[in-house]
């Protein structure tokens, strides 16, 4: 499914004076399926207010623009948001606070027991043991536990499962990483592109990682006070160094490598991933090597 | 939610503003005094409240409009008691009767008492806390409540438990929205259904809602004990309270105002007939 959003705007508490905010300005932008799209953007941009009208969590108002994703139109007043949700999952930043059953297993069976009340007990196991392996639990070992007795990682685990289980399309996942530690976020980023590679078709993630968007995305749209400032390959988007940091952004250490080292005259020219960046940053210094010996 | 009107702050520098707390606490106190002694059928009195309150809003530079909106809170029940009076007053004269319905000239006279009484407290009360911000209430009410420690009531301590309430109600809707929406990501459902359905619907808010207020609960008093809190009386204040010509001049008011209101009491028929 493709998410296309045209010339949309959010205000929110529209009706006060005092107390409006103009969250988002004439957003358009188009996903198309099977990307890794990261969006950036520094805090109050409008990055979670864009992302939570995916599913429709936050409606589209009137004359505020259109969103269509594969064949439902969000701006339609008949749209069926139900069936939009189990298609679009969501995970919210620390996923963890969304737990409530008494069992790991019946937590994430919510899902499909909102979804999909007609399926068995058998093929609602069936589905809750596949998201809890993808996420990579014991299922065995953690189905009748109780949530709240997992550790911090484990539980952002079983809550993501509990938004995969019902496998959606499109994975929406909003500063999902915030709070792990680095191997934390490693095991994570390894369980995204996993998903990606098995089961979830698109994943759109806001993230304030760098490193992380440039090793992973497709594409980045950068938002800045409501607007959508730029859109591109991370190549494209990190190589306008001056312009990032005047909106407050950090660059990726690969493009901040790959312009120090131009400065000193030596062009590295890659797809600035870490595997892109030492592969150019090899070539271009054995080159370099060589041309010296040359010189002599 | 955001949008409740009654007992917000709202921020600006004005004379109302700058008055001290308990001041303003004791005389919403007597204003309010002032507004039941009001006695039926003197409706100047509540002409004199009205323009007590216009003018007190005027100092507080908040819009009027605002005021009057915090009204809109208490709506149903101002409506829910003129409506009682109206039908179901049947003292006076009856004006005009359907079935058991009998409407006299005494109950809408109630009634409209009744709404006049009640739309001017909360014009007053809104007033008190749109210029107050809650933690100089409950420093207000802390230091009003000092008296009850002779009798070995924990003062301050209820005052702290008061303000760390007062402090983590929009906490507490932002991460009630939040969990909401989460759910609805889910495909939770809570708008449908009959009551039992819907009260059923809501387990999954309730519940992680209440063990991130006890991890907030826990984390505030590790981070106070970090910080050597303790609930002695020996803590001194960031903010001293003082009285000023402000408070002076507010009180000169409302004493003129109970005097007046007590004035208009004994003195209407005088006025009537002059
Ligand atoms: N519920 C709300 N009510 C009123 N204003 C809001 C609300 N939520 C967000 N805003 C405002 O809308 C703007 C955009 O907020 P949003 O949460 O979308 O930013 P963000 O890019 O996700 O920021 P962050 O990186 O901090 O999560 C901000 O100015 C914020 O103050
Ligand atoms: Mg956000």
Redesign the pocket.
Same mark, same amino acid.
């Given at each position: 499914m493709r998410i296309v959003t045209e010339n949309l705007s959010y205000v929110? *508490?529209e009706k006060s004076k005092e107390?409006a #905010?103009q969250?988002?300005n004439n957003i358009s932008l188009t996903i198309e399926e099977g990307e890794f799209f990261g969006i950036i &953007? @520094?805090? &109050? *941009? &409008?990055? *979670?207010? /864009?992302v @939570?009208h995916l599913n429709g969590l936050i409606k589209v108002g009137k004359d505020k623009g259109s969103i269509v994703i594969g064949d439902f139109n969000l701006t339609d007043k008949k749209c069926d948001f139900k069936s939009l949700r189990a298609k679009v999952g969501m995970v919210f @930043?620390y996923p963890e606070y969304q737990l409530f059953a008494e069992t790991v297993k019946d937590d994430v069976a919510f899902g499909i027991k909102n979804f999909f009340p007609a399926l068995s007990e058998k093929e609602t196991e069936e589905m809750v043991k596949t998201a809890i392996t993808l996420v990579g639990l014991d299922y065995e070992i953690v189905k009748d536990k109780s949530p709240f007795d997992l550790s911090g990682g484990q539980k952002r685990r079983v809550a993501i499962a509990g938004v995969i289980v019902t496998r959606p399309e499109i994975l929406v996942l909003?500063?999902p990483v915030a709070g792990l530690d680095p191997q934390g976020k490693r095991e994570f980023t390894e369980l995204l592109k996993n998903l990606h590679k098995t089961t979830v078709k698109t994943i759109v993630i #806001?993230s304030?990682d760098m490193n992380f968007v440039s090793e992973n995305c497709t594409r980045v749209a950068v /938002?800045s006070h409501?607007e959508l400032y730029a859109e591109g390959s991370p190549k494209e988007i990190f190589s306008d160094f001056t312009r990032l940091k005047e909106l407050g952004l950090d660059l990726p250490v690969t493009a901040y490598l790959t312009e120090k080292l131009s400065e000193t005259g030596i062009k590295v020219e890659s797809d600035i991933t870490t595997d892109g960046f030492s592969d150019a940053f090899a070539a271009a210094y054995i080159e370099n090597k060589e041309k010296r010996r040359r010189e002599e | 939610m955001?949008d409740i009107a009654f007992g917000q702050y709202y921020p600006a520098k004005s004379f109302v503003h700058n008055m001290d707390p308990r001041v303003k606490i004791l005389l919403s106190i007597a204003y309010i005094v002032a507004v039941f002694l009001v006695a039926p059928f003197h409706y100047l009195g509540f002409a004199a409240c009205l323009l007590f309150v216009i003018i007190a809003t005027l100092f507080s530079k908040v819009p009027f409009l605002r005021i009057l909106k915090s009204i809109k809170a208490v709506l149903f029940f101002v409506i829910l008691s003129a409506v009682l009076q109206i039908f179901f007053n049947t003292n006076g004269n009856l004006l005009w009767s359907w079935g058991i319905i009998k409407i006299t000239d005494e109950g809408l006279f109630n009634a409209g008492f009744i709404v006049a009484r009640i739309t001017l407290i909360v014009m007053g009360a809104s007033l008190l806390t749109f210029t107050t911000t809650p933690v100089e209430l409950a420093d207000g009410i802390e230091s009003l409540m000092y008296p009850l420690k002779f009798i070995k009531f924990p003062v301050h301590d209820f005052a702290l438990v008061m303000s760390i309430a007062l402090r983590f109600i929009p906490t507490l809707i932002?991460e009630t929205?939040r969990i909401i929406k989460a759910q609805k990501a889910r495909g939770a459902d809570f708008e449908s259904g009959n009551i039992f359905r819907r009260a059923k619907a809501l387990i999954p808010v309730l519940i992680p809602l209440l063990i991130s207020s006890l991890r907030r609960a826990d984390e505030l008093a590790d981070a106070m004990d970090a910080r050597c809190y303790s609930g002695s009386d020996k803590r001194t204040r960031y903010k001293k309270m003082k009285i000023t010509y402000r408070d002076v001049l507010g009180f000169l008011v409302v004493a003129g105002l109970i005097t007046g209101v007590v004035f208009l009491n004994k003195f209407y028929i005088l006025i009537t007939v002059l």
């Amino acid at each position: 499914m493709r998410i296309v959003t045209e010339n949309l705007s959010y205000v929110y *508490s529209e009706k006060s004076k005092e107390l409006a #905010v103009q969250a988002l300005n004439n957003i358009s932008l188009t996903i198309e399926e099977g990307e890794f799209f990261g969006i950036i &953007g @520094q805090t &109050g *941009s &409008g990055k *979670s207010t /864009f992302v @939570q009208h995916l599913n429709g969590l936050i409606k589209v108002g009137k004359d505020k623009g259109s969103i269509v994703i594969g064949d439902f139109n969000l701006t339609d007043k008949k749209c069926d948001f139900k069936s939009l949700r189990a298609k679009v999952g969501m995970v919210f @930043q620390y996923p963890e606070y969304q737990l409530f059953a008494e069992t790991v297993k019946d937590d994430v069976a919510f899902g499909i027991k909102n979804f999909f009340p007609a399926l068995s007990e058998k093929e609602t196991e069936e589905m809750v043991k596949t998201a809890i392996t993808l996420v990579g639990l014991d299922y065995e070992i953690v189905k009748d536990k109780s949530p709240f007795d997992l550790s911090g990682g484990q539980k952002r685990r079983v809550a993501i499962a509990g938004v995969i289980v019902t496998r959606p399309e499109i994975l929406v996942l909003d500063e999902p990483v915030a709070g792990l530690d680095p191997q934390g976020k490693r095991e994570f980023t390894e369980l995204l592109k996993n998903l990606h590679k098995t089961t979830v078709k698109t994943i759109v993630i #806001v993230s304030h990682d760098m490193n992380f968007v440039s090793e992973n995305c497709t594409r980045v749209a950068v /938002f800045s006070h409501g607007e959508l400032y730029a859109e591109g390959s991370p190549k494209e988007i990190f190589s306008d160094f001056t312009r990032l940091k005047e909106l407050g952004l950090d660059l990726p250490v690969t493009a901040y490598l790959t312009e120090k080292l131009s400065e000193t005259g030596i062009k590295v020219e890659s797809d600035i991933t870490t595997d892109g960046f030492s592969d150019a940053f090899a070539a271009a210094y054995i080159e370099n090597k060589e041309k010296r010996r040359r010189e002599e | 939610m955001r949008d409740i009107a009654f007992g917000q702050y709202y921020p600006a520098k004005s004379f109302v503003h700058n008055m001290d707390p308990r001041v303003k606490i004791l005389l919403s106190i007597a204003y309010i005094v002032a507004v039941f002694l009001v006695a039926p059928f003197h409706y100047l009195g509540f002409a004199a409240c009205l323009l007590f309150v216009i003018i007190a809003t005027l100092f507080s530079k908040v819009p009027f409009l605002r005021i009057l909106k915090s009204i809109k809170a208490v709506l149903f029940f101002v409506i829910l008691s003129a409506v009682l009076q109206i039908f179901f007053n049947t003292n006076g004269n009856l004006l005009w009767s359907w079935g058991i319905i009998k409407i006299t000239d005494e109950g809408l006279f109630n009634a409209g008492f009744i709404v006049a009484r009640i739309t001017l407290i909360v014009m007053g009360a809104s007033l008190l806390t749109f210029t107050t911000t809650p933690v100089e209430l409950a420093d207000g009410i802390e230091s009003l409540m000092y008296p009850l420690k002779f009798i070995k009531f924990p003062v301050h301590d209820f005052a702290l438990v008061m303000s760390i309430a007062l402090r983590f109600i929009p906490t507490l809707i932002e991460e009630t929205d939040r969990i909401i929406k989460a759910q609805k990501a889910r495909g939770a459902d809570f708008e449908s259904g009959n009551i039992f359905r819907r009260a059923k619907a809501l387990i999954p808010v309730l519940i992680p809602l209440l063990i991130s207020s006890l991890r907030r609960a826990d984390e505030l008093a590790d981070a106070m004990d970090a910080r050597c809190y303790s609930g002695s009386d020996k803590r001194t204040r960031y903010k001293k309270m003082k009285i000023t010509y402000r408070d002076v001049l507010g009180f000169l008011v409302v004493a003129g105002l109970i005097t007046g209101v007590v004035f208009l009491n004994k003195f209407y028929i005088l006025i009537t007939v002059l």
